[in-house]
């Protein structure tokens, strides 16, 4: 099983961006699926999960500003993040669930700044 993130970048606040994961070897449609971050000397945070039927999630300080989606006949989950602040600069992750299965993506980096 493999993840492929990309689509992270450099954007000033207020910007907006749009990540994507491609999972290859595995039935997608099965999995939860979620994204974490994880800013310098900070502990690796869950920002937004979905589940197979397209149930969402997402940590407080994202709500409103990031929407999870996923599709399926893609294999493919997207996180389109919106109103972006220079606290969400991070590595994003993307992982199937259970975390357990040890499935993560690469990391895509993303930096917000002026």
């Known amino acids: 099983v493999q993840l492929q993130a990309s689509g992270g970048g450099l954007v000033q606040p207020g910007g907006s961006l749009r990540l994507s994961c491609v999972v290859f070897?595995?039935?997608?449609?099965?999995?939860?699926m979620g994204w974490y971050r994880q800013a310098p000397e900070k502990q690796r945070e869950l920002v937004a999960s979905?589940?197979?039927?397209?149930?969402?999630n997402y940590v407080d300080s994202v709500k409103g500003r990031f929407t999870i989606s996923r599709d399926n006949a893609k294999n493919t989950v997207y996180l389109q993040m919106n109103s972006l602040k220079p606290e969400d600069t991070a590595v994003y992750y993307c992982?199937?669930?259970?975390?357990?299965?040890?499935?993560w993506g690469q990391g895509t980096q993303v930096t917000v700044s002026s």
């Open positions: 979905i589940t197979r039927g397209g149930s969402t």
């Open positions: 992982t199937l669930f259970p975390v357990s299965l040890g499935y």
């Open positions: 070897g595995t039935p997608f449609s099965i999995n939860a």
